[in-house]
């Protein structure tokens, strides 16, 4: 049909159109000649059975911005966020106060004064903030016990996991996820080209150890990511059981978004001993500033710089990491607030058992997983107390058909949830 010539001052190449593909190659022909630097491409038409109006009209038809987007992202499902108050106030037609948020695991107090006092008196908001996030990490290496050499700090948990992904995988390459878990993983496997292997959970929610070792023996995935407590049942991970898949020839991504609910220690130290292992945390449960996304995460000394340099350079907000600093500097508060939302998991867990229709999980997170018994439907129950002010979490996954999540809250709000759970009976 014709020929694509790119002329420099040093050489000619000829391309055919069918080389680069239909869509770029009537791209071209519609601006026949453009400059770029100093190269040129032109267009030449060549003789065809094809006249070359019918051949333009073809192409501009075919030509659409969906054409430029990366096959495997045309297919994707966009990831299902949890709506926020002033979105909820609309569909609900109720006041933000008037809404009883128990669906996406936010802290219900909020974060320390410390926090409006330091966002209050932001000096350089409209300077670009430090692309180390050094006072940060500095904070996080006292609080943690160790080095800020080993800590990076991320717009949120979410951004990191996405960074480890584009780092460490190829298109074509392979995770393990356990399901039923926190659906990040899958989503941003499906970003970045990747597959997903899918190790199902045992019926306690418990890893399946076994499956695990055999997965990564005949796939050769690349990583697994996992998460303790797991998010959607409050089960956690053993060291026994981490030190067996960690002798696996696969990196171990420890998600630890709501470790400070569960008694047990962080992993983080053990990024010094384990080469294969990632240790992510978050300030959005802890500290109650998921709104303003501060996540970090520990890495091994020989992994961790090739993460600095693929990062991007802004991605930690002045607001975000003078909040997470302000956050620090009230450790009393912290503890206060997760001592309350544990003491309120137990009340909650106690209450929910005596719901006839429901079934609830031990938990060590700030959120409980209920099977939906008697035959009642699950997502007409939370569609039920959305109309009454009360917002749980419903799954539309296989895994957990039949499931709803109830996060944590302030005694009233259990209270609440209680009222309009024995309105059912």
Not at 229 to 240: V, Y
Not at 307 to 324: G, I, M, T
């Amino acid at each position: 049909m014709g020929l694509v010539d790119f002329h420099s001052t040093s050489s000619v190449c000829m391309i055919k159109s069918s080389d680069i593909g239909l869509g770029y190659a009537s791209f071209l022909y519609r601006h026949h000649c453009f400059s770029f630097r100093r190269y040129q491409w032109r267009i030449s038409p060549m003789a065809s059975a094809l006249p070359a109006n019918n051949f333009q009209e073809q192409v501009q038809q075919c030509l659409t911005g969906a054409s430029f987007i990366r096959p495997h992202l045309r297919k994707l499902s966009p990831y299902q966020p949890i709506l926020p108050f002033e979105v909820l106030s609309t569909h609900l037609g109720r006041k933000p106060e008037d809404i009883i948020k128990l669906d996406a695991n936010e802290n219900p107090y909020g974060p320390p004064p410390e926090v409006f006092e330091a966002l209050g008196s932001m000096k350089f908001p409209y300077i670009y903030p430090d692309p180390e996030s050094r006072r940060l990490r500095a904070a996080l290496a006292q609080d943690s016990s160790l080095g800020s050499e080993y800590i990076l700090a991320g717009c949120g948990a979410d951004e990191l996991i996405d960074l480890i992904m584009r780092c460490v995988l190829e298109p074509g390459d392979k995770i393990v996820d356990c399901p039923p878990t926190f659906t990040m993983y899958e989503f941003d496997a499906a970003v970045n080209g990747a597959l997903v292997i899918k190790v199902p959970r045992k019926p306690d929610f418990s890893l399946n150890v076994e499956l695990i070792a055999e997965a990564v023996e005949q796939e050769k995935p690349k990583c697994i990511f996992l998460t303790s407590p797991n998010n959607p049942d409050g089960s956690i991970i053993s060291d026994e059981v981490l030190l067996k898949i960690l002798d696996l020839p696969i990196l171990v991504v420890l998600d630890e978004a709501y470790i400070e609910f569960s008694g047990i220690e962080s992993r983080m130290q053990w990024v010094k001993k384990h080469e294969n292992i990632i240790v992510l945390r978050t300030f959005s449960k802890r500290a109650g500033l998921a709104g303003l996304r501060v996540g970090y995460g520990a890495f091994p000394l020989s992994l961790i710089e090739y993460l600095w340099r693929a990062k991007q350079p802004y991605n930690v907000s002045v607001a975000a990491e003078v909040s997470a600093c302000a956050a620090l500097m009230n450790p009393a508060y912290l503890e206060k607030v997760k001592a309350a939302l544990v003491q309120e998991r137990e009340r909650l867990f106690s209450l929910l058992k005596e719901v006839p229709f429901l079934k609830p999980y031990p938990s060590c997170s700030n959120f409980i997983l209920c099977e939906v018994l008697s035959g009642m439907d699950a997502k007409k129950l939370k569609e039920d107390l959305a109309k009454m002010g009360v917002m749980i979490r419903h799954y539309n996954k296989k895994e957990l058909k039949g499931y709803v999540r109830v996060s944590v809250g302030k005694p009233e709000h259990t209270d609440a949830l209680m009222e309009c759970l024995n309105s059912f009976r």
